[in-house]
């Protein structure tokens, strides 16, 4: 055992994973386990509260903190700037807008400098051609790839920062009636711990794990949905099933419960960070929540969505994953990039065989004598024209790709989240 769960059985009658473990039962199992402790007054006297008057307000919640933690799942670390840069230059037509110039430009640079014949920098066409504007125009388009996806990333490291400085306030906000000194207060759902008293209602979202009070309940009825998948409500009492768990509702009754298990150790916490919401969730396996509990796998996999619902009073921080699912918009419009690069491939293709066999074709036609074929060979000639006919296809590609669009639609959603934002209307992923 080590030297914290030492010091917790010294200061306390439970640890945090004997908790667990009675919080992991359910109906009868869950009913036997608390008579074999003594009942709800014995737990309440290993917990060190008084059922009636509940904890004292002196800086005891401090010492429970530290021994049982505290009602808040840490969120998962925010994304980079860099990081969602990364993610935005994954579109295919950036990728395709990356490829196309970067070719050009490197085309264009072994030309100039490797294949071009004196007799071809002497005429008129050598005269009037800018050897630098295949520069400018690759230049360009690369430039606008990155203003493309610094926006992006712009746009959603701000919806980010929004998102959660919304959750910190609505975490703020949320409250949960307790009895403490003899006196019911409403505290911040963060600061309830173990051995809390708190009054649970009709329209309560339970905020933690908890064993309801004998004498203390009138017909409490449970919607325990979100955790198991059954829609019929669940009938609480010391006699038949005295156990509560966070991020269900309280359907009918009143009452009150003592707190047992808090943040990622509660029922819905732990659910919660199997399914990969947690601070410590790096996308490697899902950890295990008990191996003493065989419905915990069972509950995890039930009524994901539901339980995303219903867990509000959980203050967790927000999830910066988000839904990686693409919008209708972005969909058909990486569809028409796959068509548009498809078809521009090939009609660059078709371009450069066309031209190549031209040149096959008037070249035989010529009748050219052998000194000047060798000249031609010599001077680079053939080179230069077929490296020249590559670059005509390159350009076909570059063109055929729309590389305003991608920019359009992203300064255009940017913009529409903006106003939206203006109008207290927070939109992190803009379906359209």
């Known amino acids: 055992m080590s030297k914290t769960k030492i010091e917790d059985r010294t ?13 992991g039962l359910r109906g009868a199992e869950g009913l036997e386990r608390v008579k074999e402790i003594g009942g709800v007054e014995e737990i309440c006297k290993k917990l060190k509260v008084d059922p009636v008057s509940g904890l004292s307000t002196d800086g005891e919640t401090d010492q429970r903190m530290a021994a049982f933690g505290r009602n808040y799942i840490e969120p998962k670390k925010a994304k980079s700037f860099l990081r969602l840069m990364w993610e935005a230059i994954q ?47 690759g230049g360009a388009i690369l430039l ?3 203003v493309v996806v610094v926006v992006t990333a712009f746009n959603d490291w701000t919806k980010e920062k929004q998102f959660r400085g919304l959750q910190d306030k609505i975490e703020s906000d949320q409250v949960f009636t307790v009895v403490r000194g003899n006196k019911s207060i409403e505290i911040a759902i963060a600061d309830i711990v173990v051995g809390d ?16 009070l004998q004498k203390r ?13 059954e829609s019929d409500h669940v009938k609480k009492s010391v006699e038949r099933d005295p156990l509560l768990f ?23 916490g732990q659910i919660f960070k199997l399914l990969g ?22 509950k995890a996999s039930s009524n994901d969505a539901a ?83 590559v670059i005509i296809g390159v350009t076909v590609l570059v063109v055929a790709v729309p590389e305003g669009l991608p920019l359009a639609v992203t300064i255009s959603l940017a913009f529409s989240v903006k106003k939206m934002m203006a109008d207290n209307n927070l939109v992190r992923h803009l379906g359209i």
């Open 11 to 23: 200061s306390y009658g439970f640890v945090t994973a004997e908790l667990r473990e009675l919080m």
């Open 91 to 137: 579109e295919i037509t950036l990728i395709i807008l990356m490829i196309t110039p970067s070719g050009n430009i490197n085309v264009s640079t072994s030309y100039q400098h490797y294949c071009v014949p004196e007799s071809y920098a002497k005429d008129e066409e050598s005269k009037n051609h800018n050897p630098y504007i295949e520069f400018i125009e």
């Open 144 to 146: 606008a790839v990155v």
């Open 197 to 212: 008293i708190c009054q649970v209602k009709y329209g309560d979202l339970l905020p933690a794990d908890g064993i309801i």
């Open 217 to 229: 309940s009138n017909d409490v009825k449970i919607d325990e949905s979100a955790m198991t998948g």
């Open 246 to 268: 966070s991020g269900t509702h309280v359907m009918e009754g009143s009452g009150k419960m003592v707190v047992t298990c808090v943040g990622e150790n509660s029922q819905s």
């Open 277 to 298: 919401a947690g601070a410590d969730s790096d996308g490697g396996p899902a950890p295990k929540i008990d191996a003493e509990n065989p419905a915990s796998g069972a």
């Open 307 to 389: 339980y995303k619902g219903e867990t509000e009073n959980l203050t967790t921080g927000g999830n910066s994953e988000g839904d990686d699912d693409k919008s209708i918009l972005q969909a058909k419009l990486t569809s028409m990039a796959l068509l548009i690069g498809k078809i521009g491939i090939l009609v660059a293709a078709l371009t450069v065989l066309v031209l190549i066999i031209k040149l096959i074709w008037f070249a035989a036609i010529d009748n050219q004598t052998t000194d000047s074929l060798d000249k031609m060979l010599e001077d680079c000639l053939y080179f230069k024209y077929i490296l020249k006919f």
